[in-house]
Nanobody
Framework: QVQLVESGGGLVQAGGSLRLSCAAS????????MGWFRQTPGKEREFVAR????????SYADSVKGRFTISRDNAKNTVYLQMNSLKPEDTAVYYC???????????WGQGTQVTVSA
């Protein structure tokens, strides 16, 4: 069973940056696309970014395009989310997840809190 552990969240002022990491256990990490999602209380979890298994293809939600960058290091079984120019509306719990195919995510981390102050 794959385990995903996020880290790197915290409190930052608007305009600042954070880099989230998601470390995966297991030998098959490099075979799967990975995604980042976020959720705020009372709202549904929303897609943030996705990266293909090779790292050559990425996609982003319109709300973060140009500010966030997803990347991965398959040798380290880790996927990253570099977040720049953060806004208060980026405040959420951020989750990484494994795409088992067709943008169906089957394994989720426990989440890491990101809080952006105005």
């Amino acid at each position: 069973q794959v385990q995903l552990v996020e880290s790197g969240g915290g409190l930052v002022q608007a305009g600042g940056s954070l880099r989230l990491s998601c470390a995966a256990s297991g030998r098959t990490f490099s075979s799967y696309a990975m995604g980042w999602f976020r959720q705020t209380p009372g709202k549904e979890r929303e897609f943030v970014a996705r990266i293909s298994w090779s790292g050559r293809s990425t996609s982003y939600a319109d709300s973060v395009k140009g500010r966030f960058t997803i990347s991965r290091d398959n040798a380290k079984n880790t996927v990253y989310l570099q977040m720049n120019s953060l806004k208060p509306e980026d405040t959420a719990v951020y989750y990484c997840a494994r795409d088992q195919g067709g943008s169906t995510y089957d394994c989720w981390g426990q989440g890491t809190q990101v809080t952006v102050s105005a």
